[in-house]
């Protein structure tokens, strides 16, 4: 993702949450948030530990609140409705990358020949870049929760995102695309490709859901702690992607799992 994609972005989302405080007088809140991912890809075997804690990475973020409970320009409370005492919508840019290899039983020390080292030798990595926004609820009340230090306010979410992502592949043996140094597989054509791997810049749609709770240090500072699921439209995210009509065992396009730790200031 360029600065200049970013910068758009930010643009038009300041521009529009001004013109909704604007006309309806929200509070604004803002975070920074933190913390390891876990990428699921087509590197390594699906529902293996080894592959689930061997490709992390970190991800980071800022993050943007709109509270419908409260009003900054007359520093009261909104009307008191179900939504506006349970709902949250929250803006975010967020970045994170992972390197990726391949684990478990086919790249086992067991396993020799010319296909389990071409295995052992490939290396990817991705980095993405996301903005977008998500509707949290909070089963309990927020008025009540912004009113007590040490209370806590734990929420789920919905929401979508975009994503700009850099993906790597290549081998410790040699440049992939010959029979010496890549496995059969990614030799063949996939989604339009000239082969199954690819290093390359893109852009793709995600769904974005996560569960979990604020801690209120201070009447205008929360700490959250947040575990997220996020799904990418495309298989290609991480760089890789065999022919799915020969090759069944990776059925599912990328996603990813974080957990994230935040500080969340309000602003008044």
């Not at 500072?221 to 799915?244: C, E, T």
Request: hydrophobic share 35%; charged share 15%.
């Amino acid at each position: 993702m360029t600065l200049k994609s970013i910068l758009f972005f930010c643009f038009v989302f300041l521009g529009m949450t001004n013109v909704v405080n604007a006309q309806f007088g929200f509070s604004h809140e803002i975070g920074v948030i933190a913390g390891p991912v876990a990428f699921q890809s087509d590197y390594g075997v699906r529902y293996n530990l080894s592959t689930n804690a061997g490709n992390t990475g970190y991800g980071i973020g800022i993050i943007h609140y709109l509270n419908f409970s409260y009003e900054a320009d007359c520093n009261c409370y909104t009307p008191d409705t179900y939504f506006n005492d349970h709902f949250k919508l929250r803006s975010e840019l967020s970045y994170n990358k992972t390197e990726l290899k391949n684990f478990g039983e086919w790249v086992s020390p067991n396993r020799t020949g010319l296909g389990a080292d071409q295995l052992r030798a490939m290396r990817g990595s991705t980095a993405v870049t996301n903005i977008g926004m998500q509707l949290e609820y909070f089963p309990w009340s927020i008025r009540e929760f912004t009113a007590r230090t040490e209370s806590w306010g734990p929420f789920i979410s919905l929401g979508g995102q975009f994503s700009f992502y850099n993906a790597k592949a290549s081998s410790t043996m040699g440049p992939l695309g010959t029979p010496l140094t890549t496995f059969p597989k990614y030799l063949l054509p996939s989604d339009g490709r000239p082969y199954g791997f690819s290093t390359e810049t893109g852009s793709v749609w995600s769904i974005v859901s996560s569960i979990g709770t604020r801690y209120k240090l201070a009447p205008l500072s929360d700490l959250m702690v947040d575990l997220r699921f996020q799904y990418y439209f495309s298989d290609w995210v991480d760089g890789i992607n065999q022919d799915k009509a020969l090759f069944k065992e990776n059925k599912a396009n990328d996603w990813l799992v974080w957990f994230n730790v935040g500080y969340i200031y309000y602003l008044q």
